[in-house]
């Protein structure tokens, strides 16, 4: 079977077993949230990230609240979050420059993201799904490993990975990519001992991974 039609094989019971995925793993009520919800989640879990901000969202909503807040305080009130200090520094830095140059809303192109300080193309993907406005695909450690293990992507590199997945998917599955592959890598996909025998992937014959050495 060729690749982009497993692919595709693998999307359709992805979605057929995970058919309540959310946009967003991240509790949010406004947009200037999502977008520190996002910037505090790199590298920690989404579990984590929810109980810190069930607490900072009381106080920080809007845009201002953000770029307003005390620096020092504000590391405070993040501090159970891996590198606070450094995301600390760039979510009011980023809020800054939105309230400064965009107007004060939170931009909506790829390009325009990726001058905030501390956003990436991952942070920038998952904002602009957020906002309905799909560029590409989120690339975080479940996609990573998901797509190597899948037989998506030989590469090791987030850019590169996208790169590859944009090419086998159509632009109207982009959206769902992340949270369907962070469902199945959380439920059965897991980075270490994958419940293999129990996967609904392995039983239609579509992972490649079976009798393999793990890639990651
Ligand atoms: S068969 Fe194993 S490696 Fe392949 S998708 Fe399922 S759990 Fe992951």
Not at 48 to 73: E, H, R
Not at 144 to 154: E, H, V, Y
Not at 175 to 192: D, E, P, Q, W, Y
């Amino acid at each position: 079977m060729r690749t982009k039609e497993r692919a595709l094989k693998i999307l359709s019971l992805l979605e057929k077993n995970y058919p309540r995925v959310p946009k967003l793993f991240l509790s949010h009520e406004t947009d200037a949230q999502m977008l520190c919800a996002i910037i505090l989640s790199a590298r920690n879990t989404d579990k984590q990230t929810n109980k810190v901000t069930s607490k900072l969202f009381k106080k920080y909503k809007i845009v201002s609240d953000f770029a307003g807040a005390n620096a020092a305080v504000f590391m405070n009130e993040i501090s159970s979050i891996g590198l606070y200090k450094s995301k600390s520094k760039n979510i009011i830095s980023s809020f800054k420059k939105i309230r400064d140059d965009f107007d004060g809303k939170i931009p909506q192109k790829m390009e325009e993201l990726l001058q905030l300080p501390g956003v990436g193309r991952k942070t920038a993907n998952l904002v602009l799904v957020s906002l309905g406005k799909i560029e590409g695909i989120a690339v975080d450690t479940h996609v990573a490993r998901l797509s190597c293990r899948f037989g998506l992507s030989k590469s090791r590199n987030p850019d590169v990975i996208e790169r590859d997945l944009v090419k086998i998917y159509p632009r109207n599955k982009w959206s769902k990519i992340n949270g369907l592959f962070i469902s199945h890598g959380r439920a059965v996909c897991t980075a270490r001992n994958p419940k293999c025998g129990e996967c609904f992937l392995n039983r239609a014959g579509l992972c490649p991974r079976i009798g393999l050495a793990d890639p990651i």
